[in-house]
């Protein structure tokens, strides 16, 4: 799986859930937060596109991530690890 | 008011259905474990909630923006909840209610989310336990159908579920009428939320013989026969329903639309966890509910039963409308909502409370479906297979719950 694929899966989860984001363009130094986004939308955007990408995920490392290039680089970190059934 | 049923989504549709005898019952729609014994019941798992509200069309377009972004991650009770919910709301003219803060709201229903837990429950075991639904720690709750509403009609007095097990819809009608006695409101929305049907409860109700599985399963329609002789256990299903409550000065005071007067309504237990009924607490219940209405037996002419149709349930029920009302028990209809829609478990009391100010605003009593071999135990006149015009004025509305809870309301017409 590709970095571009997993972006295009958070993205698509962004403009989805997170209404306050219509119009506006998502990019990897987009910021759920300054987007106007909520923590239960966080949640569920991160959530969600995790289970797409069928990853594992440690949660104590998404804390930590405040825009979609830190997702992704967490993302493309646990791909290398063995996927989830 | 405002009803989702198997019968109609709406308070019209829902009253013609009652009128000309419709069952809401069938095979169901949604995939059940071929194990599980219930093949029946009112399945309201394809509620389209979008085009429900596109079928409104005086609601603002805010507002049902706002209702399908709350739903959007949600299970179904939530939905059939607001659907309800916003029916009463634009009916009850709330919208131009002075004092929003002063709207409570009272949702009866427990174990509502049972097929959403479920699934996230074989998620967790059978798949991965991060791929349960992000938001399940939140929507899982019986009260995230209760604030979710509240957030779409932006009620902000007191607001709490009841449970009651089948009679919780009667008993978030008396709470929200001890709240407003005390003057804890101006006006209260009374929800009643179904619970979410599942193959392991079903299941369950099955090996404990409460629910129909035997001799209706290829002909769905006529497994609820509340009172017939051939009558073998509840039929299950999903409705939801709303009413508006508030007190007469008030609601005639901004020219609110009345449908009718809630008089009294009574509560007792019978300090017993199983599903037998008891003849002397349901007896109690429906006296001690006349005494708060400070009306008499004499006066009731229109009684809407809580008949599940169960053997024993429906028969001590009966008994004790007899025992209450005497000789006046057989002159009067007393007839089954249930036979159309089905048992909604914790919303019955709502939606089966709309029923009965439908019948008294018309003048027309519903029939009792399914009513093909009277049973001697019965002496009642059940209303049998086809309604009737019959000017009825004051009506008590029973139901009764597992673990002894017994319940009754009493409603009055309204006569402007």
Redesign the interface.
């Known amino acids: 799986m590709t970095r571009s694929q997993m972006f295009e899966a958070v993205k698509a989860n962004i403009e989805r859930?997170v209404?306050e984001a219509a119009g506006r363009e998502i990019t990897e130094s987009t910021s759920m937060v300054d987007l106007g986004a909520d923590s239960?939308q966080i949640?569920?955007v991160?959530?969600?596109s995790?289970?797409e990408l069928r990853l594992?995920?440690p949660?104590t490392e998404l804390a930590s991530a405040q825009t979609v290039k830190d997702l992704l680089d967490l993302f493309e970190r646990s791909a290398q690890q063995p996927a989830?059934? | 008011m405002g009803v989702v049923t198997p019968i109609g989504d709406t308070i019209e549709t829902f009253w013609t259905s009652l009128v000309s005898g419709r069952s809401g019952i069938g095979r169901w729609k949604r995939p059940i474990d071929e194990r599980c014994y219930a093949r029946i019941g009112g399945d309201l798992s394809d509620f389209d909630l979008a085009a429900h509200l596109g079928r409104q069309p005086r609601y603002a377009p805010h507002l049902v923006k706002r209702c399908l972004s709350l739903m959007r991650a949600s299970p179904l009770v939530p939905k059939l909840v607001a659907a309800a919910a916003l029916q009463a709301y634009h009916d009850a003219g709330l919208p131009g209610f002075r004092d929003a803060g002063r709207i409570g709201h009272v949702m009866a229903g427990h174990n509502v989310n049972a097929g959403y837990i479920v699934q996230n429950v074989l998620t967790f075991h059978q798949s991965d336990p991060d791929y349960i639904e992000p938001l399940f720690g939140l929507l899982c709750l019986d009260t995230d159908v209760l604030a979710a509403s509240s957030e779409l009609l932006s009620l902000s007095g007191p607001s709490f579920t009841v449970g009651g097990a089948c009679a919780s819809g009667n008993m978030a009608i008396l709470a929200a009428l001890d709240l407003l006695r005390a003057g804890r409101a101006g006006a209260m929305l009374v929800s009643g939320a179904p619970i979410e049907l599942e193959p392991v409860a079903l299941h369950g109700w099955t090996m404990l013989e409460a629910l129909s599985y035997q001799s209706f399963n290829d002909a769905p329609e006529r497994a609820s026969r509340p009172f017939d002789a051939l009558r073998e256990g509840f039929v299950p299903s999903e409705c939801a329903g709303a009413v508006v409550l508030e007190p007469l000065d008030g609601a005639r005071a901004r020219g609110a639309r009345i449908h009718a007067e809630l008089l009294g309504a009574a509560t007792t237990s019978d300090a017993c966890r199983l599903t037998r009924p008891d003849l002397d607490g349901q007896v109690r219940a429906i006296q001690l509910a006349l005494d708060d209405a400070r009306v008499d037996a004499v006066d009731v002419d229109y009684i809407n039963a809580h008949a599940t149709s169960t053997r024993l349930g429906d028969a001590v029920e009966a008994s004790a409308i007899t025992r209450v009302l005497g000789e006046r028990a057989r002159r009067i209809p007393v007839n089954a909502t249930k036979s159309m829609i089905g048992h909604c478990l914790s919303a019955a009391g709502v939606v089966e409370a709309i029923a009965t100010v439908l019948q008294l605003t018309h003048g027309i009593v519903h029939p009792t479906i399914n009513q093909e071999q009277s049973d001697p135990e019965i002496d009642l006149d059940v209303v049998p297979n086809r309604a009737r015009h019959a000017a009825v004025s004051l009506a008590l509305s029973n139901s009764f719950g597992f673990g002894g809870l017994n319940s009754s309301i009493v409603l009055g017409r309204f006569d402007a």
Do not use: D, N
């Open positions: 859930i209404e239960l949640v569920e991160v959530s969600r995790i289970k594992k995920v949660r989830a059934r």
